[in-house]
């Protein structure tokens, strides 16, 4: 088992908070880099917020920056995404992804591997 799982999404009212968790399950020491993306009703899957496994910086999408945090706890092989001021327009699936590269003499791969998602809806 190497797929992401992720956990806590719910229905929350605009303003509230919520935190998802992102479980990397199996052999972890190939990540490099674990995010999320979401994808709302009728749109494509979007860039929310990644973090490097090892240095921890984080990225975020221009829509997130200044509400969401993303930070990764190595003892527990999991990442969080703490959601703040949540919006309507935040109401998606979201997804966990984890990154994983193996490098050897001669070549580098990188694998990726996708959670099954959680829905976070944000009422007005």
């Known amino acids: 088992q190497i797929q992401p799982v992720e956990s806590g999404g719910g229905l929350v009212q605009a303003g509230d908070s919520l935190r998802l968790s992102c479980e990397a399950p199996g052999r972890t020491y190939n990540i490099d880099r674990m995010g999320w993306y979401r994808q709302a009703s009728g749109k494509e899957r979007e860039f929310v917020a990644a973090i490097n496994w090892n240095d921890g910086r984080a990225d975020y999408s221009d829509s997130v920056k200044g509400r969401f945090t993303i930070s990764r706890d190595y003892a527990r092989n999991t990442v969080y995404l703490q959601m703040n001021s949540l919006k309507p327009e935040d109401t998606a699936v979201y997804y966990c992804?984890?990154?994983?590269?193996?490098?050897?003499?001669?070549?580098?791969?990188?694998?990726?591997?996708w959670g099954q998602g959680t829905q976070v809806t944000v009422s007005s």
């Open positions: 992804n984890r990154r994983d590269t193996v490098a050897t003499i001669e070549t580098v791969k990188q694998f990726e591997y």
